[in-house]
Structures are given as structure tokens and as C-alpha cells.
């Protein structure tokens, strides 16, 4: 390699050098933040959309009980059931002022009388409820008509008559079914865990096995570092009507012992006077699928941007090599150049 040609080929070399450098160190963060940020957008998105479609079915169930609190004759239970049937409602029940149901509908016309629900949350609102309020009520195991045996959301509605308390409509509807509707369509990974959680922290429905109808406390077996920390801002998120998105060092799911980040994407469903939240949570690694092949593009991208960059720089080292030789040629001969 002679001294015309020596400076290009370093120059060369150390930009493929820091090139290679750059690529691995700095762009790699960047590509991995900005592909994080990117796919906890659009998963929060999906989140809110999911959380408004909740909200609007529930609240739309509760505007309806309060239509049918006006008639609720067998005949009107039956036509009403036979138009909802789509929407998920599985079942309908009217009870007498002391409780009892007297009657009920359900898209199996499965009869069911003189079951006593006096003990049930939604009976107890019920009797000092305003006439022309709704109230939706977390998943209870229903012990009425078609849906016995089931976890069901209850939407309930006073029965009053020339100002007298008569009894409630409680409308039912299928807990599973608002999971495969809606939230199953939350899972794209299928590392994602998906929750309803209520204000207070009360799961209303996991993904997770063992965790629909725990706390939020519960959710962590094992102490990790930071745990009281974590729980703090679980709490006071789920206490937020807002939507947000964080960032946590959580224990694995598999591995309770083993903490990793995740990324958490909330949605508030705020249903008469309840606050709920739609939660949704992937592992950050597992967004690295995504990243590698997103990576090795622009590693090619680059490499040919660098490999251009040098065959040029060799060639303009050559013609620039050629010339200097020339001039101390000239000058080593005494030769003089005529312009």
C-alpha cells in the first residue's frame, strides 16, 4: 500500500469501524425505545377502544332495564329477551319487594321461581335505589335460570309502583361472553395477560389462572424489591379515571421470583358509579421478535450505505494517489508542468 493510498484506507477503515459501533451500541437502543414506545401505542389504543365498547354495552344494558322496569310481564321479559338475544344477556329476573324472584327470562326458556336473592348485593342497593337509576354490579355466581352456575354481570334497576317499593329487574349477562367478545381480543402475544380490575383492586376477570376474584394484592405471591412500591402505583392507577401507560419491573408470570419489565396499558369503564379499568401487560422482551427482524433490515440498510461509502472513497484515493505521484515524479525529474 503506498503513502498515496495508506490515509484513505484508515480514514475507510476507522468509519466502518464506528459505523459498526454505532449500529450496535447507539441505534440498537434507539430502534429497541422507539419500537417499545410505538407498540405500547398501539396497544393502548386497543385498550381504550376495548374499554369504550364495554362501557357502552353495559350502560346501554342499564338504560334498558329501566325501560323494562316499567312492564315487566312475563310477555314483556320474553320480547325483550328474544331482541337482546345477540347482545349477550342471558338472563332476566324480577323479584317481589322481599326478594324473591317471580319471574324470569332467558333465551333457553328455562323457568325458574321462588329463588331468594334477599342476600345479594344488587337486592340491597335495590331498596333505597332512585326510581331511574342503574347500577352495574361485579361478577357474582348466578344461582337463577339458564345461567345457574355461572359468573354473570349483573345490571340492576329498581322496581317501584305509584311510589311504592315493589322489587328489582336485574338484567344478567354472561361474564365469559364479554371476555371472548371483547377482551380476548386484546391478547396479539401470547405472553399478553389481559385483566377487568375494579377501583379498589378486585380482579374481575384474568387471563392468568387463579387470579378472577382475588385482589391486586394477591397477584404477586412471592416478595421481590420494590414490591410495596408497585403496589402503590398499581393502586393508585386503578383509582385514576384516566388511561395510562407505564413501565415495571414485575415478576415473571412463570418464574414469581424473577423480575422483568413490562410494558402496562390501562383504559378506564366508568359504568354509573363504578370505575373499572381494562389492563393489558407484555413482557419487553418479547417485543425482541419484532425488533430483530426490524434490526437486521437497517444492519443491511447500512452495510450497503457503508460498503458504497468506501469503494468510493477507494476510488477518489486512487485518482487522488495517481495525481500526487505524478507531481513528484515531475519533480524528482525537474520536469514543469505547462497549464
Known sequence: MSKYTRNPFVVSFLFLIFSIIFLIVFYNKISKDSLGEQIQHRQQLAVRSVASSIEIFLN????????LANNTSQENLDQFTSIWEDSKISELVVTDKKGIVIRNSN????????????KRDYYQ??????VGEYKVFTPILSKVGASKGKYVVIVATPLVTNGEYKGVVAIAVLLSDINGDYLDNLKVLESNKTYLVTSTGEIIYSDSLGLTGSNIKEAFKNNFIGKTKILEILSNDLESDSETKLKLALPNMNNNSKLEPYL???????????????????????LFVFRYSFFNKQVVAIFIVVTIFILLTLRASRNSGYSEAVVDEHKRHGIVSRT
Do not use: C
Open 60 to 67: 346501554s344494558v342499564g338504560r334498558a332495564s329501566i325501560i
Open 107 to 118: 333465551p333457553q326458556k328455562v323457568r325458574d321461581f321462588g329463588v331468594d336473592t334477599s
Open 125 to 130: 342497593w335495590s331498596k333505597t335505589a332512585k
Open 264 to 286: 402496562i396499558s390501562t383504559a378506564p369503564i366508568k359504568i354509573s358509579d363504578n370505575l373499572w379499568k381494562v389492563v393489558v401487560s407484555v413482557p419487553e422482551k418479547d
